[in-house]
Structures are given as C-alpha cells and as structure tokens.
C-alpha cells in the first residue's frame, strides 16, 4: 500500500548531490515505496532546498532496520561530541 | 506470412486540468484503426519506468494507451523529483487528478484511428484514481482498480486534497468495474474488499473482483519484491479480457 506517512523538518545545512553542494532548508522523512531500493516499503530521507527546485535534493531510501541503526549511530556520535563539549545547543530546527 | 507488429510509444505535452499543460506518455499500435484507448494512472512512486512499461504493454495487445504525468505541476524535473516532491506536499487533488484523467481520455477518444472507446487502469494509488473515475469521469466506458488503497477511508484520514471517501462515490459508477487484490495486502486488505463489493452489490453495479492467495500489494510490479508471476499472469490476463469486451467488442456496461 502507499502508507502516505511523510513528515518534514526545517534544516540547517549542506549537502551534496548531482548538481553539487546545495544549501539544505529541509528534510522530508516518509515511510512508503521507494523508487530504486529493493523493498516494497522503505524510510526515505528527502534533503532539500525547496526555493531551488524539485531537482535540488538528496535521497537515501533505507530498510526500516537501517533506518533506525542510523538513528543509533547519530545519537552515539552525538553524545560523544557533547562529552567534548563541542555540540551546543540545536538552533533553528523544527518539525512541522 | 509474417504478421506486422508496429507500436510507436513517445512522450508528449497535453492541456490537462484546467488547461494545464502536462506530460503525457502515450504508446500505440501501428497500423491499426478502430483502436480503444486505456488511460493509464500510475502509482505514487511516480511516472516511472513501470508505468510505461504497462503503458505499451497496453499496446502491444492493440490499446493506445496513454499515461498522464500526475505530478507534472512539481517539475519541470525528473519524475523521481516530482513524486518526491508530491509525496512531500500529500499528493495531487483528487479533483485535479480526474481532470487530467478526463482529458487525457478525451485525448484518446478524438484521434482519427481511435474506435472511441476508452477505460482506465490504475495501479496502488491510481487504483483508487480509477474508482473515483468510474464515478466521476464522464463517458468511461471500463475501469480496472488494481489493489487502490483508501477506497475504504475513515472521516479523519479525509483532508482537502482528499475530500471524499471513494466508497460513498459507488452510487454514481458509469461504468463496469474490475478489481484486482492480493489477499495478504493490508490497504486494502480483504475486509475491506468484502465492504467495496458489499457496496457495490448494494447499488447494482456491474463489477468482477479476483483476490488472489499468496499475493500481497502491488504484484504484477515485475521491479519489486511483491511481484508474483503467477497471479500476476492471470491477473492481465483477467484485465485484458474485461477490455476486450468492453473497449473493443461493443459490449455496454449496464452501470450506465
């Protein structure tokens, strides 16, 4: 089924994909068919610039299992930066 | 003796709703007159190579067949940027979307080899698509819902963009419906094919259903893992014979 569960969150950020390195405004976060993984359903993550046009993205489609490993992984690197007091306070994100 | 097989398949630019210009894939046999058309809606993932491959599938069994770009208002950009572009914003308007069904359509129904005939055929999403067209497009002739999800919708889960349950839409179906489903899908899963029948059944409409065991969502896609060739085979083989009848033979529908 297309689950149409897509959330989306302002970002702070550069990415780079085909057209080079874009400023990143957001991310949308959907659970649904992907274009190209093999899964019938995948966590997709969707960096955008959304004042450059739909091509400005980058996208990783992820097994739901590798989805939530990345978000382990994110979490422990961010801990462990905090612990050298580099990571401040987060500024400028939200979900809406 | 040999038999002639030609088919001219190509992309081109249609006024869609509200004269909007949109892309449009559209794949035809050469050669041949009188020739119905189907309407090809494809499915969230955009207007992808799938979808075209049904689009001349279509016409390698003498339909033309035409595929609207839902998400062409998202571009210019490449049809995987537009889908996630559309997935982000909640997908099209309903009312848009049978607009361009409509006119892509009329498309079909007005070009000199057409035998002015035309279904529709719609795959996960474009199922539902293809249901609300059967109520709410004018002058369909046959419709194909394969494995729509949200025919069956709760209040809560209906917005703006999808303002109306497809279900409370059966009393106006105008045309003979088919459906396809896999009874290990979940949306729809099979008590809610048994409530899409049961409505169906409920205003006299002309409809078959075939449900078929060991199949899930979306299994005639042969670039997914819920492909399953064998119900897939018979499934098109099932949708070739109700267009047959009812696109090509003369057969009416007794919805209308």
Redesign the interface.
């Known amino acids: 089924?297309?689950?149409?569960i897509?959330k989306?969150a302002a970002v702070q950020g550069q990415g780079k994909g085909q057209a080079g390195w874009i400023a990143l405004t957001h991310v949308?976060v959907?659970y649904?068919?992907?274009?190209q993984a093999?899964?019938?359903h995948a966590l997709?993550l969707?960096f955008?610039n959304e004042a450059a046009?739909?091509?400005a993205?980058l996208?990783v489609e992820l097994s739901p299992e590798a989805a939530r490993a990345l978000l382990r992984t994110i979490e422990e690197v961010l801990v462990a930066a905090e612990a050298q007091s580099s990571v401040g306070a987060p500024a400028g994100a939200g979900e809406r | 003796m040999y038999t002639y097989e030609g088919m001219l398949a190509e992309t081109l630019t249609m006024a869609g709703h509200n004269g909007d210009l949109i892309e449009a894939y559209l794949a035809r046999p050469l050669g041949m007159i009188q020739v119905p058309g189907v309407v090809v809606i494809h499915h969230m993932p955009g207007w992808d190579e799938w979808s075209k491959e049904v689009t001349r599938k279509l016409a390698y069994h003498g339909y033309a067949a035409i595929c609207p770009h839902l998400f062409s208002r998202w571009g210019p950009g490449r049809w995987d940027d537009l889908a996630a572009a559309a997935r982000a914003a909640g997908g099209p308007p309903d009312a848009q979307v049978m607009g361009d069904i409509a006119a892509a359509a009329q498309l079909l129904r007005t070009q000199p080899w057409a035998n002015g005939k035309v279904g529709v055929i719609g795959f996960c999403s474009g199922g539902r698509h293809a249901y609300i067209a059967a109520c709410r497009v004018p002058g369909l002739d046959a419709a194909v819902d394969c494995w729509g999800g949200r025919v069956v919708v709760r209040p809560e889960e209906l917005n703006e963009r999808q303002p109306e349950a497809p279900i409370a839409m059966t009393k106006d179906m105008a045309c003979p419906l088919l459906g396809i489903f896999g009874n290990e899908d979940t949306n729809p899963d099979p008590a809610q094919v048994d409530r899409i029948e049961e409505e169906l059944r409920k205003y006299g409409k002309q409809y078959e259903f075939y449900r078929y065991d060991g199949a899930g969502h979306g299994f005639f896609a042969v670039d997914r893992p819920s492909y399953r060739p064998q119900q897939a085979v018979d499934g098109w083989q099932k949708v070739l014979a109700f267009f047959e009848r009812y696109l090509r033979t003369g057969a009416a529908g007794s919805s209308r």
């Open positions: 089924m297309c689950t149409m897509c989306t949308h959907a649904d068919h992907p274009v093999p899964f019938e997709m969707d955008v046009g739909p091509e993205r996208v």
